[in-house]
């Protein structure tokens, strides 16, 4: 099987946020970057999926130079080649201009099985991955917990809400999008990351693709970015630990009522 | 040309989902302000009970697709359909519940016709006679104001909870319901759902739980979850988690809280290192009273405490469970 497995990069789960200047993004010079969380999840089953069926694992990812963190991760751990996309913060808003560039990227590489994550921890558009299905003719389905492939067909666990999955049935090539969870996520080895250092990373602008600035402008207009305010009274308590328990037992049983 | 504000309602089975309604608030309150039409549609097969049930609110009418190829959902037939009366239709903006199902579609639909889809919006106001969106980015810890560029029709989904479907405005008398009927080839429907299930097994009624002590990420290893059982022994609580934590095996799936887990509602609700994502608060924030221990005073769990402590939970949890058992035993 010659799987795609599209890993984008985002602030590091721990990250403080700061607004730039102008309200218009966050400060992206105080930021350390990881791999999206499904995303690492997309890359363990299709290296399951290529350990199981033989193929070729590629992985592609979207944006400026600082994006190549992650694919070098994601060589480590096991994927073949891959795929850098430079884009600047244009693809921010708006799922389709991402979603474009590895169509057009990608075409004519005739993957049998792409994988997404299902959402981003930044934008969480929860669309890119269908969106690039669409852009390529393939099927898909979304959220995705289980993965058999067998004669050229799939058969995807799809996760519902409440607890609750349904099977679904597909041909190939198709496209899925990837639940964090679905999978136990590896380690990447000292001998993966040396041989990661000679694996092949193709560089790729968006005109030599003859796309041209018009094809990827996305049809949003972001305003402002901008700390929700709060419209919750949350009594903080304060002091030490001790202190702040104690308070919080008391009013628990006082105001609250509940103990 | 209707440049209606179209409602999608979602059913599964014959039966609407809840979210709907919120969606269907939230068009009603967008054509309110920008004078435009309301509409809902109802898709699926044999549904027209539910576009009858539909027709009770205040609508210019409820437009039913009904095909054999809908009876069970697949992104292919819903686009087809949607994609058919969309073109005949032309409206200005289609609402959509954020559900798994809507997101399952929408971005294909909008897509296929070139348009953006601004997915689980919060919000919006009307500014110069257009709609400017609210957004969530960083899961909760900052908002973005969006607009459209370009033609319509736009499309927006709505997180749950952000309409309140108490306040769908009920007409004077039924809307109108105008059958569409679609002409979806069946070969075009590549997918082929199978059965549904649940997996988990029901050895613990979370929805029954006086008291929920709640882990999350913050809880850092699966040997720190003895502390939070202490807590839950000293207040007599049962203990659940939020998705990281299940999906690492830490906790069995049953006390995952959340959309993909248990919707929770019990008296009392401490939440300890949990960050507070849209995907938890759904599951959690209908409970009476609610605690959260954080580090980050930014955490949006904040936004729906009651009670909050910024500190380190390891610190806070010992001192707690002493402060429980000396009030115990009294
Ligand atoms: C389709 C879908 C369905 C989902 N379903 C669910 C669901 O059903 N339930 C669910 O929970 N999630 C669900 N999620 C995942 C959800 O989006 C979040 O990723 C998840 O809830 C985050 O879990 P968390 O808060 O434990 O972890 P994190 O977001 O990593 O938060 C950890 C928190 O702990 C705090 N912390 C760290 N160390 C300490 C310390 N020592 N003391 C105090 N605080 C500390 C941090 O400040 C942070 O706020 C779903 C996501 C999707 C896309
Ligand atoms: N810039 C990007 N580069 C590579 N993959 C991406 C990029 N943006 C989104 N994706 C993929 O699409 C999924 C959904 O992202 P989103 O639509 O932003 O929620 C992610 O989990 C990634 O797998």
């Known amino acids: 099987m010659k799987i795609m497995v599209c890993i984008k990069q985002v602030p590091a789960k721990d990250s403080t946020l700061r607004l730039t200047e102008d309200s218009t993004w966050i400060r992206e010079q105080d930021l350390s970057y990881e791999i999206n969380e499904p995303d690492a999840y997309a890359l363990e089953e299709a290296l399951r999926l290529k350990e199981k069926h033989g193929g070729e694992v590629v992985v592609c990812s979207v944006g400026p130079d600082r994006v190549q963190q992650v694919i070098r991760e994601a060589l480590a751990k096991g994927a073949d080649r891959a795929i850098h996309l430079v884009a600047d913060g244009g693809s921010r808003l708006d799922s389709y201009p991402a979603a474009r560039l590895m169509a057009e990227a990608v075409r004519r590489e005739g993957f049998d099985l792409i994988c997404t994550g299902l959402q981003s921890d930044d934008l969480g558009f929860a669309q890119t991955g269908v969106v690039l299905a669409e852009l390529l003719g393939l099927p898909h389905a979304t959220i995705i917990m289980e993965v058999q492939a067998e004669d050229g067909r799939l058969k995807v666990k799809r996760e519902l809400e409440g607890g609750w999955f349904q099977w679904v049935q597909m041909p190939l090539p198709a496209l899925l999008t990837i639940q964090s969870g679905i999978n136990k996520l590896r380690y990447a080895t000292l001998k993966g990351i040396k041989q990661a250092k000679s694996k092949e990373i193709r560089r790729v602008i968006a005109t030599e693709l003859g796309l041209k600035a018009e094809e990827l402008a996305g049809r949003q207009k972001l305003h402002r970015v901008y700390v929700p305010v709060k419209t919750k009274q949350t009594e903080f308590i304060d002091g030490s630990p001790k202190e702040a328990a104690a308070k919080l037992v008391e009013k628990l049983q006082r105001d609250a009522r509940v103990l | ?145 969006i607009s459209f560029t370009g033609d319509p029709p736009y499309f927006v989904s709505v997180q749950a909870g952000s309409f309140r479907a108490d306040q769908v405005a009920t007409g004077g008398q039924p809307a109108a319901v105008e059958s569409f009927s679609s002409k979806i080839e069946s070969g075009k429907v590549r997918t082929q759902p199978l059965e549904k299930f649940q997996e988990a097994k029901r050895t613990v009624d979370l929805t029954q739980a006086e008291i929920i002590v709640a882990a999350g990420r913050g809880i850092k290893e699966q040997e720190n979850l003895a502390l939070i059982q202490k807590l839950a022994d000293a207040l007599g609580a049962e203990v659940g988690g939020s998705r990281p934590i299940c999906d690492n095996g830490w906790l069995p799936m049953e006390r995952q809280i959340g959309s993909s887990g248990q919707t929770v509602a019990p008296k009392l609700y401490l939440a300890l290192g949990i960050s507070g994502a849209i995907q938890h608060l759904v599951g959690m924030k209908g409970a009476r009273t609610i605690v959260a221990v954080n580090k980050d005073q930014n955490a949006p769990i904040f936004e729906v405490a009651d009670y909050g402590i910024v500190g380190n939970l390891f610190d806070v949890v010992p001192a707690l469970i002493e402060e429980i058992n000396k009030a115990k035993g009294q």
């Not at chain 2, 087809?80 to 798994?100: G, N, S």
Request: charged fraction near 25%.
């Open chain 2, 1 to 145: 040309m209707s440049d209606a504000i179209l409602a999608v309602m979602e059913q599964q089975e014959g039966k609407l989902n809840r979210m709907s309604w919120e969606a269907l608030a939230a068009a009603q309150r967008i054509g309110d302000e920008l004078s435009k039409p309301v509409e809902a549609l109802v898709l699926g097969e044999g549904v027209r009970a539910i576009a009858d049930e539909v027709a009770a609110s205040k609508l210019a009418c409820v437009r039913l697709l009904e095909d054999p190829l809908l009876k069970e959902y697949t992104p292919d037939a819903y686009c087809l359909a949607l994609r058919e009366i969309i073109a005949a239709e032309k409206p200005y903006l289609v609402l959509l519940p954020h559900t798994y199902q809507v997101r399952d579609f929408a971005p294909k639909l909008a897509s296929g016709i070139e348009r953006s889809f601004l997915s689980d919006c919060i919000g919006y106001r009307v500014e110069d006679g257009s709609l400017v969106f609210t957004r969530q980015l960083f899961q909760g810890k900052m908002n973005a104001d």
